[in-house]
């Protein structure tokens, strides 16, 4: 099984006057996620499904790769600020595909990706994207096979 961690593109910065689930991708961060969708099919990327956290920068960045990559989108609160492993683990019961990708955030991550390949510093940049094989979604040990930052996938 092949998991793409996308981590959200670039939002409005944080502001007492707008809940942090409500800010947007900025013009740039709609930009950038769109330039880097088109480098996915070199990348022999086709995820079954995305899973997206139902934050709103979270769900446009999703909306962006699925529109994009022709697979349905499902927002799934599992996501939201807070995941980890044991959400992971949750997220992937009712999965039975080959591939898919999440979109989320930070730290939850890198700190995911860095848990389930067995320790290492991760650092998931927003737009980043990394690629963890796994042998078995049952025990959730897996690979890290890549990890791609924003200034790679938009060059």
């Given at each position: 099984?092949?998991?793409?961690f996308?981590?959200?593109?670039?939002?409005?910065?944080?502001?007492?006057?707008k809940?942090?689930?409500?800010?947007?991708?900025?013009?740039?961060?709609?930009?950038?996620?769109?330039?880097?969708?088109?480098?996915?099919?070199?990348?022999?990327?086709?995820?079954?499904?995305?899973?997206?956290?139902?934050l709103?920068?979270?769900?446009?960045?999703?909306?962006i790769?699925?529109?994009?990559?022709?697979?349905?989108?499902?927002s799934?609160?599992?996501l939201?600020?807070?995941?980890?492993?044991?959400?992971?683990?949750?997220?992937?019961?009712?999965?039975?595909?080959?591939?898919?990708?999440?979109?989320?955030?930070?730290?939850?991550f890198?700190?995911?990706?860095?848990?389930?390949?067995g320790?290492?510093?991760?650092?998931m940049?927003?737009?980043?994207?990394?690629?963890?094989?796994?042998?078995?979604?049952?025990?959730?040990?897996?690979?890290?096979?890549?990890?791609?930052?924003?200034r790679?996938?938009?060059?």
């Open positions: 099984m092949r998991i793409y996308l981590r959200h593109g670039l939002a409005e910065d944080r502001s007492p006057k809940p942090d689930a409500e800010r947007v991708l900025t013009k740039e961060g709609i930009r950038k996620i769109e330039l880097s969708v088109k480098k996915f099919a070199a990348l022999d990327i086709h995820p079954s499904a995305i899973y997206t956290s139902p709103v920068r979270a769900y446009q960045t999703a909306e790769v699925a529109k994009n990559l022709k697979c349905p989108l499902y799934r609160e599992l939201a600020p807070g995941f980890d492993p044991d959400k992971l683990q949750k997220l992937l019961e009712d999965f039975t595909e080959d591939e898919l990708m999440v979109v989320g955030h930070e730290p939850d890198s700190y995911t990706v860095s848990k389930v390949i320790g290492g510093s991760i650092i940049k927003k737009g980043g994207l990394a690629r963890v094989d796994f042998q078995t979604k049952s025990l959730l040990k897996g690979s890290l096979v890549w990890l791609l930052t924003p790679l996938l938009t060059s």
